[in-house]
């Protein structure tokens, strides 16, 4: 039990690192919808695991599982963009029926669930390809590095 909070810890880490959170960062417009803010999630991870993989064909490989998981985090957020567009589309209709909400809000949770076993998936592969050590190492600076994509939240380390 123990094994896999920590490595659910180390995945949503991950998540939040990449810029899975819904907030403004770094005075980036849309949210750190933009193709630069992925890219520097994706630079910021590129050089922590440069850093931490000794092996540069493995710290390559784990760059690539780096690079599915941000492209999945971007088809996710469109997702789920286009989930809530037709949330509040459905909203203005005053017949609208509750069957018709539970649809929509039920093909969300399924497509993120699914998402988020992709991203799971991804984490595994780019563990496999580390050493305990190595592992280990990333984890501590990614967490410490994800302060970074936390704006004012008070206490959000703990809450994970």
């Known amino acids: 039990m123990k094994r896999m909070f ?16 819904s907030h403004h960062h770094h005075g980036m417009t849309g949210g750190g919808k933009s193709d630069a803010y992925w890219q520097k ?23 690539a599982y780096v690079g599915e998981i941000i492209k999945e985090l971007k088809e996710s957020r469109a997702q789920e963009r286009a989930y809530h ?42 563990k496999d390809l580390m050493t305990a050590d190595e592992w280990k190492t990333l984890s501590d600076r990614m967490v410490s590095y994800s302060g970074r994509y936390q704006h004012g939240e008070a206490g959000a380390k703990s809450s994970y």
């Open 85 to 126: 567009r037709q949330l509040y589309t459905l909203n203005t209709s005053y017949t609208a029926t509750p069957d018709e909400f539970s649809k929509i809000v039920n093909e969300a949770n399924i497509q993120r669930a699914q998402s988020s076993a992709r991203v799971l998936s991804l984490r595994f592969k780019m």
């Open 41 to 63: 999630g994706q630079q910021d991870m590129e050089g922590l695991i440069n850093r931490t993989v000794q092996d540069p064909e493995k710290a390559k490989g784990v760059n």
């Open 6 to 21: 920590g490595g659910l810890l180390s995945a949503l880490t991950l998540v939040l690192l990449v810029g899975c959170s």
